[in-house]
C-alpha cells in the first residue's frame, strides 16, 4: 500500500482536509464567499485526482506522526466502508441522531403553505434571494418539527433541515426538480464532504493490512464529480437517481424521509410558479448558496 510523500501529504491536508473542516466550523457568508472566489472546491477535486493517479486504487497512506490515517481513492472501497459503519469502521465524531417527524401529507401541506407566501413575496420582488428562502424555509421546518406555535421562534433549527434548505435553493439556481432535483444538488454540492471512519479491529485492503484505530477519510466531492469517472459529473444530471445507487456517491449523511419530502415539496411548490434561470454549465465545485439572488419570473399558474 503507497504511503504519500510529504509533499503530497501536506498538500492534500492544505487543500482537501483542513479547508473542509474549516467551511464545516466556519459556515458564515464571508468563509463561503472567499472559498467561492479561489473555487476551493474544485482544486480539492483536482488534488484527489492526482493522489489517485499517483497512488491509487488502494488506499493512500499520509504521513502523519503519531497516527495511521488512510484517503479512500477507489469507489468500490467507499462502498465496503460505509457497509461497514459502525462495525468495524466507527464514526468519527458523529453528529447525535435527531429525532424527527414521519413524512406525511402534513409535512408537505406546512411546506407548501409557507411556499405560497414566498411565492407572492418573489413575485412583488422579482427576485428570491437566499435571505427570503432561509426565512420560509426557517418557519416551513419549526412548524413541522416543533408545531405551528413554533413558527417564529427562531432559537429553534433542526440541524438536518438547515442542510436540507441550503440544497434546495441550490437546486432552484440549476433548474432541478422534485427528490432527483434534491438529491443531484447534494450530488454536486454534498451536505457531508468529509467522512471520516476509524477502524475498531486491524482490516486489509487490497491485500494490504492496516492496523486498528486507522482513521480513513472520505471526500465525497470527488467521488460525485471525478470526470474520469463520471461523464455528467459538472452538470446538472437528475436522471442518474432513476438508476441503481452508487455507493461512493453519498448526498446526505442520512436520508430521512422527510427532510426530503419537505425540500422536494418547496422545490417544486415554488418551481410550480415561478421560473428561474439556471446557471450556467460546467456548474462551479463550490456555490455561496449566501450569495444567490435568483431573477424569478411568474409562470402561468396562479397562486391559490
Known amino acids: 500500500m503507497a504511503i504519500s510523500s510529504r509533499l503530497d501529504t501536506t498538500r492534500v491536508l492544505a487543500t482537501v482536509v483542513l479547508p473542509t473542516l474549516a467551511q464545516g466550523r466556519f459556515r458564515g457568508p464571508g ?7 479561489v473555487q476551493s472546491g474544485t482544486r480539492a477535486i483536482d488534488a484527489m485526482r492526482r493522489l489517485r493517479d499517483r497512488y491509487g486504487p488502494e488506499p493512500v497512506r499520509l504521513r502523519v506522526t503519531g497516527r495511521s490515517v488512510a484517503v479512500l481513492v477507489d469507489p468500490t472501497d467507499v462502498g465496503r466502508l ?14 447525535p441522531d435527531e429525532p424527527l417527524p414521519p413524512a406525511n401529507d402534513q409535512v408537505e401541506a406546512v411546506v407548501r403553505d409557507e411556499a405560497d407566501l414566498l ?3 418573489a413575485m412583488s420582488t422579482g427576485e428570491l434571494t437566499w435571505t427570503a428562502f432561509e426565512q420560509a424555509w426557517g418557519r416551513a421546518t419549526r412548524r413541522i418539527v416543533f408545531g405551528d406555535d413554533a413558527r417564529d421562534d427562531e432559537r429553534r433549527t433542526p440541524a438536518a433541515f438547515d442542510e436540507a434548505g441550503i440544497i434546495t435553493m441550490r437546486a432552484l439556481a440549476i ?5 432527483n432535483g434534491i438529491l443531484e444538488s447534494a450530488r454536486l454540492w454534498p451536505a457531508t464532504p468529509l ?15 492496516l492496523p486498528e484505530n486507522t482513521e480513513f477519510i472520505v471526500f465525497t466531492p470527488f467521488f460525485h464529480r471525478d470526470p474520469d469517472r463520471l461523464p455528467f459529473a459538472d452538470r446538472c444530471a437528475p436522471e442518474f437517481w432513476d438508476g441503481p445507487r452508487d455507493p461512493a456517491i453519498v448526498p446526505f449523511r442520512t436520508e430521512p424521509d422527510a427532510v426530503l419530502l419537505a425540500a422536494a ?27 444567490l439572488s435568483l431573477p424569478a419570473t ?5 397562486v391559490s
Open 298 to 302: 411568474p409562470t402561468g399558474t396562479r
Open 119 to 121: 411565492t407572492r413575496h
Open 265 to 291: 415539496t418547496m422545490l417544486d411548490a415554488l418551481s410550480e410558479h415561478l421560473s428561474f434561470p439556471a446557471l450556467t454549465e460546467p456548474l462551479p465545485g463550490t456555490l455561496n448558496h449566501f450569495a
Open 175 to 179: 433548474g432541478a426538480r422534485g427528490v
Open 31 to 37: 468563509a463561503l464567499a472567499v472559498a467561492e472566489k
Open 82 to 95: 460505509l457497509a461497514a459503519t459502525p462495525e468495524p469502521f466507527a464514526p468519527v465524531a458523529a453528529a
Open 195 to 209: 467522512l471520516r471512519r476509524r477502524s475498531t479491529i486491524a482490516t486489509r485492503w487490497h491485500g494490504t493490512g
